[in-house]
């Protein structure tokens, strides 16, 4: 425990140590992130200047956007740049710092996907109490909630880092600093501290993600009693939120619902988790969306 000063720093291997690969990614990587805050910026815009995305739906997906835009960026920036370098490192500080920011920014997604599953759940299965139960007071309540849950979550993480000791060596095998990469580096037993991790981040995934499946099937399910043009909208706007839930839910369980062991398809889940995901949301809720693609129209004219 004396030398766990001794790593003031973290060397990041990164996706290749393949120079030209290196920079064929740093080309592909800038253009996915400007694309990314580009697409979830103009969704904010739009929800914000639309007189007609008026609803809570639009509202927590406007915030879906913001959150996205703030996670992609404590990761693809400092990876893409990194990509320039023949080493790339990071302080002990800073490797600290994105971690808390990338489960932050992360688990306070989680739980907005849940509030989003909610708001759903009650325009569709009990639409005349709609306006009443999602009136805007609780929209912010529930905003505010997934905020203090990401944060609480992201607490934890950090806790059980910074706890550890760190004698060296210091090299990552990843593009980024995150929990089994980190624990794998410290010079002491991390059995007890990789349980209380899947109980904290891959058991939480799970349970959650089988919740919103079964939430999902009770909402498609009650669509039989719909009009056929109400129940086309309501199911467009499901398989929406569905394949986001997915997209981002099922590598976060194979990269956190296990032991502590990193595998070799890790880096690429977490390119699809971090950097792919970010972009595909907007993407699918504006290619599926007749009232979000109305309303960017008649503000971008």
């Known amino acids: 425990?004396?030398?766990?000063?001794?790593?003031?720093?973290?060397?990041?291997?990164?996706?290749?140590?393949?120079?030209?690969?290196?920079?064929?990614?740093?080309?592909?990587?800038?253009?996915?992130?400007?694309?990314?805050?580009?697409?979830?910026?103009?969704?904010?815009?739009?929800?914000?200047?639309?007189?007609?995305?008026r609803s809570p739906m639009y509202f927590f997906l406007a915030f879906l956007s913001f959150m996205d835009a703030l996670y992609s960026t404590v990761i693809v920036p400092k990876m893409t740049l990194d990509m320039l370098h023949e080493?790339?490192?990071?302080?002990?500080?800073?490797?600290?710092?994105?971690?808390?920011?990338?489960?932050?920014?992360g688990g306070a997604e989680v739980f907005l996907l849940v509030f989003m599953a909610y708001?759903?759940?009650i325009a569709i299965c009990k639409p005349l109490h709609y306006l009443g139960i999602m009136r805007w007071r609780v929209c912010v309540l529930l905003l505010v909630a997934s905020w203090i849950g990401g944060f609480m979550h992201s607490l934890l993480q950090l806790l059980f880092v910074v706890s550890l000791p760190f004698c060296g060596p210091n090299i990552i095998d990843h593009f980024a600093c995150d929990?089994?990469?980190?624990?794998?580096?410290?010079?002491?037993?991390?059995?007890?501290?990789?349980?209380?991790?899947?109980?904290?981040?891959?058991?939480m995934c799970t349970i959650i993600f089988l919740l919103l499946l079964?939430?999902?099937?009770?909402?498609?399910?009650?669509?039989?009693?719909?009009?056929?043009?109400?129940?086309?909208k309501a199911l467009s706007t499901c398989i929406s939120h569905i394949t986001v839930v997915v997209f981002f839910f099922v590598p976060c369980i194979f990269l956190y619902d296990r032991p502590v062991y990193t595998f070799p398809i890790d880096k690429s889940l977490s390119?699809?988790?971090?950097?792919?995901?970010?972009?595909?949301?907007?993407?699918?809720?504006?290619?599926?969306?007749?009232?979000?693609?109305?309303?960017?129209?008649?503000?971008?004219?």
């Open 1 to 53: 425990m004396e030398n766990r000063n001794n790593v003031t720093e973290f060397v990041l291997r990164g996706l290749t140590q393949n120079p030209k690969v290196q920079k064929t990614l740093f080309v592909v990587f800038f253009i996915i992130y400007i694309s990314t805050m580009v697409g979830n910026i103009l969704i904010i815009i739009t929800v914000i200047r639309s007189k007609s995305l």
């Open 87 to 105: 080493k790339a490192t990071i302080s002990f500080q800073a490797c600290m710092v994105q971690l808390f920011l990338e489960h932050l920014f």
């Open 119 to 121: 708001d759903r759940y």
């Open 179 to 203: 929990m089994y990469p980190l624990l794998e580096l410290s010079c002491t037993d991390t059995y007890i501290i990789g349980i209380s991790v899947v109980a904290n981040g891959g058991l």
């Open 214 to 232: 079964i939430s999902y099937g009770v909402i498609l399910h009650s669509l039989k009693a719909q009009s056929l043009a109400g129940r086309q």
């Open 271 to 301: 390119v699809f988790y971090t950097i792919i995901t970010p972009l595909l949301n907007p993407l699918i809720y504006t290619l599926r969306n007749i009232e979000m693609k109305n309303a960017m129209r008649e503000i971008w004219k």
